[in-house]
């Protein structure tokens, strides 16, 4: 079955020749932004936005749900397609040959790299045929406006490369027409122009050729107030002079002058270079925006040199008077940087400066160098570069000239004052990295193994050296299964080996090296020790306890991990290194510091972890007894938790981090961190609904309290690990710890840990359809909390008691008690509280048939929860509050509370979702 896909015009989809069906403007309008973003994660929100911009209705969602449904199941039969569901967005997998946008892409590099003319003509045209017209003819939304204008600067850059082609090969009759037209159409354009008047002259149409040179010249200089540029005098005087060059292809072979030389220096591009498409349009972008300059910065092995040869031999026709290449040597295993004064002297030779003529001064061939490149078009790539020192002296002065550099280091001295135009490469996403595997070992091979493809991918951290020395071995071992492979890649301590490549330069971990001699002893010891580090990223608070310094010297170390890129400040204030860095940083501080150094910087980061943990959650739950703290080791900044939205803005920050700081309390024997990082974790975790983490992470404190063999710990996390698998839906599990539990407060004499554990005995006997034995224990928990002199737990206590009344029927007393409960919320000021008693009086609403006041008790619950940012129970009562509009009639606005839930939900791939999906599909059938 073929298939195209086509968005250069009104958006189409086409199967075996035929029209398909795609629905309506809007709808196709959603296809084309992800046909437009193929293969990358575009979250509902970014859809919403690109599809309908600030005239979205206000059930925009709605809609957005029922057209994705509506073309998955009007595309289902096309192999390949699918709108995969992903990370909390979207993103289109498709075949790209199959899109006209990146076939015309495809095309135009063909077109550009080829050697023969004809050809290259032909691949141009074959590119321009497939446009229809504007893209996305019928879409109105300024972001596909847009990207609109971007591809139609796409596609007159291609017309005017075509027609240089076109020239060359002697077309100038059957060109004239079209440039005449296209020339009106731009008449600011000095290179439509240029093409223009040669076109004339060579039809025999001289005098008119000249005329219309003065005329554009006069046009220029009075709408502008510019000179036109060199190229174009150049030809004007070739004109008057009657010396115009004949078409390249009709250029007698008699014996010429000897011509300046014209230096194409660029080293052969990577057969294996995939998409990064981002990146190439930002060179792109450069390019035709006359930037001058563009950094290309990124770790060592990240495809720097890839990226900008494979863009440079693309657009090398865009600079007729040469290419100029040089590796620096930045960042090299041996030797040192090469010196500006060095490679002037080279460039210098390339431009047909004479030796005898190369002045001694660096800043003397600067100032040859740069007159030499005034008057020329010309690409220069500075690959592998020092620091903004070695480069400056090798920048052309001219405008006409474009300089791509590449480095490790970010030298922002250049973007600050030189404008250079920053392209940051980071590893390739998994699609791209995907295929530079398919391309290297064939696609029959991979699809062979796709879940061995898969870690191969994860394991190389996704770093395009990593995955072709990967690709090497696999292609010179034609017999291994690439699940051997992925098998050996799976030790992280190993990785590095197996990585290692033949020829010390192709090696993983000797890259990295290049960079990390570079570091100051300083910067080199919080590198060993970021190896340390239990989490994905840190902030220089945690940095700063695995080094043990102050936070202003920690703030300049890590500035100068970032500059060489062995770390990353992805967000800001957070930084990270890829996975294989991690592992080349923990295998320096194996071989570098000592055990009592690594054992005691791991000790102060987790009580880092601990101690602000601590702090955060008593802003959460300050109703929940606290545990005891040891002090912390020397050396741990304190950083300050003030309020509830620091609290929570802290803990999202540091979530993964704190599981993983649990697990290395663990390896480390630190059984104290091992069960109290949990509990304070706890209240975090629920309130977001990572409900299955929860539980792991309280099996885990158990665990370390068997160890410690102390009974409070014990009892502590016996109860939260209860609460948890009563979240989970595991009651029988639930009421087996939390008798337990029971046991172990009513031994230690802890009336308030005894009256907390009924309250959580109360849930999971309620849960279990154990309706009296659930109330027999609240009632048990009141009392306890009323003899402990505790009025929040009573509080919680009344609104559960009201609740399980209500599952009995018993409607007047669940209100009843629900009331209670509200004047002892209100005094303590609990929000969190305060919104189940809320969630609790909706129910008993909804149970009476009181539809629109349980509405509103909702909409007040759902205040709080999203006050208390918990995403978890926001969207339960939203779904709540769907179900009592939809019983009240008003089925829009039940829609509207769904669709927010089920945006809340996805990204958590929570089971709910399937539910939530289904009251949708099922209203909007019934429309």
């Known amino acids: 079955m073929g298939v195209e896909f086509a968005v250069l015009g009104d958006v189409r989809v086409q199967v075996d020749g035929q029209d398909l069906d795609i629905g309506h403007a809007r709808q196709r309008s959603v296809l084309a932004v992800l046909l437009a973003e193929a293969g990358h994660k575009v979250t509902a929100t970014q859809l919403v936005d690109r599809v309908w911009g600030e005239r979205a209705p206000l059930r925009a969602r709605n809609a957005l749900y029922s057209y994705l449904f509506r073309l998955r199941t009007a595309l289902r039969d096309v192999a390949g397609f699918d709108i995969a569901h992903r990370g909390g967005g979207y993103v289109l997998q498709i075949d790209l040959e199959t899109v006209d946008l990146y076939l015309f892409r495809s095309l135009l590099g063909q077109a550009r790299e080829a050697v023969e003319e004809r050809r290259a003509l032909a691949l141009f045209d074959r590119a321009l045929r497939l446009w229809r017209g504007a893209p996305f003819a019928e879409s109105d939304s300024p972001w596909l406006a847009s990207v609109r204008d971007r591809l139609q600067k796409e596609r007159y850059t291609a017309q005017v490369e075509r027609h240089d082609v076109a020239l060359n090969l002697g077309m100038h009759a059957e060109l004239l027409a079209e440039l005449t037209t296209a020339t009106a159409a731009n008449p600011f354009d000095e290179r439509l122009a240029g ?63 000897v011509p300046v030389p014209v230096p194409r220096q660029l080293p052969a591009a990577s057969p294996w270079f995939v998409s990064r498409t981002r990146e190439l349009g930002l060179l792109d972008s450069a390019l035709n925006d006359a930037a001058g300059v563009v950094l290309v910065t990124g770790i060592g092995g990240s495809g720097k040199t890839s990226l900008a040869l494979h863009w440079a031999h693309r657009e090398a026709g865009r600079f007729p008077d040469g290419q100029l290449y040089v590796n620096l040597r930045g960042f090299d295993q041996v030797g040192r940087p090469l010196s500006p004064a060095d490679v002037l002297h080279g460039f210098l030779a390339a431009l047909g400066v004479p030796a005898e003529h190369v002045p001694a001064g660096t800043d003397a061939r600067a100032a040859l160098y740069r007159s030499q490149l005034a008057r020329r078009r010309a690409l220069v790539l500075l690959d592998n570069a020092y620091d903004a020192d070695q480069i400056r002296p090798l920048l052309p002065g001219g405008a006409e000239c474009l300089t791509v550099i590449t480095s490790r280091d970010r030298a922002t001295d250049l973007i600050t004052h030189e404008g250079a135009v920053p392209v940051p490469l980071t590893v390739l996403d998994e699609v791209e990295a995907v295929s530079l595997l398919t391309k290297r070992l064939g696609p029959d091979r991979v699809a062979a193994e796709p879940d061995a493809v898969a870690r191969l991918v994860a394991h190389s951290a996704r770093l395009p050296l990593a995955l072709a020395v990967v690709a090497g071995r696999a292609v010179a071992n034609p017999a291994f299964p690439l699940s051997a492979l992925a098998d050996e890649l799976h030790e992280e301590r190993a990785r590095l080996d197996a990585l290692e490549a033949d020829g010390t330069t192709s090696s993983v971990r000797t890259v990295f090296s290049w960079s990390y001699r570079t570091l100051s002893p300083e910067a080199a010891r919080l590198f060993r020790l970021l190896g340390l580090h239990p989490g994905p990223d840190t902030d220089r608070f945690a940095a700063a306890a695995l080094a043990g310094i102050d936070l202003s010297r920690t703030r300049s170390l890590l500035d100068e991990l970032t500059r060489t890129h062995l770390v990353d400040e992805h967000r800001l204030g957070r930084f990270r290194s890829h996975d294989l860095l991690r592992a080349y940083a923990t295998e320096l501080t194996e071989q570098e510091d000592t055990e009592h150094e690594r054992r005691t910087a791991l000790h102060r980061c987790l009580d880092f972890y601990l101690h602000t943990g601590f702090a955060a959650e008593r802003h959460l739950a300050p109703h929940w007894p606290p545990i005891t703290l040891t002090a912390t080791q020397d050396h741990v900044p304190r950083l300050p938790v003030t309020d509830y939205h620091q609290a929570m803005r802290w803990l999202t920050a540091e979530h993964a981090t704190l599981l993983a700081a649990t697990a290395a309390a663990v390896r480390a024997r630190l059984d104290v961190h091992a069960w109290q990082l949990p509990w304070v974790h706890s209240t975090y975790l629920s309130r977001r609904g990572h409900l299955a983490q929860r539980a792991e992470s309280q099996r885990t404190a158990l665990e370390a309290a068997d160890r410690l063999n102390d009974d409070l710990a014990r009892a502590t996390s016996r109860h939260l690990l209860g609460r948890a698998e009563i979240l989970l839906g595991n009651q029988d599990q639930a009421l087996k710890h939390l008798r337990h539990a029971l046991e172990g407060y009513t031994q230690l004499g802890d009336t308030t840990g005894m009256a907390i554990t009924h309250f959580s005995l109360s849930s999971a006997y309620d849960l279990q359809q154990c309706h009296p034995r659930a109330l027999q224990h609240a009632q048990d928990a009141l009392r306890l909390c009323r003899e402990a002199g505790d009025h929040a737990w009573e509080a919680f206590t009344l609104t559960a008691i009201g609740w399980y009344h209500g599952k009995a029927g018993r409607h007047e007393q669940a209100l009843a008690h629900c009331s209670e409960a509200k004047p002892l919320l209100d005094r303590i000021g609990d929000r969190d509280g305060r919104a189940h008693n809320l969630h609790c009086l909706a129910r008993a609403h909804h149970n009476v048939g009181q539809h629109t006041e349980a509405a509103q008790c909702y909409r007040d619950s759902l205040a709080l929860f999203q006050e208390l940012g918990s995403p978890y129970l926001e969207a339960t009562t939203l779904d709540h509050l769907g179900d009592a509009l939809q019983a009240a009639g008003n089925r829009p606005e039940a829609c509207d509370a769904w669709t927010r839930a089920l945006e809340i939900l996805e990204p958590l791939a929570h089971p709910d979702t399937v539910e939530i999906e289904s009251k949708l599909l099922d209203t909007s059938a019934r429309r």
Do not use: N
């Open 195 to 257: 093409q223009h008047l040669l076109a004339l002259y060579r039809c025999g149409r001289r005098a008119e050729a000249l005329t219309q040179y003065r005329t554009f010249h006069a046009r220029l200089v009075a709408e502008i107030g510019v000179e036109p540029g060199d190229q174009l005098r150049r030809l004007h005087q070739q004109m008057l002079a009657s010396q115009v060059p004949p078409p390249a292809a009709h250029r007698a072979q008699a014996p010429q002058p």
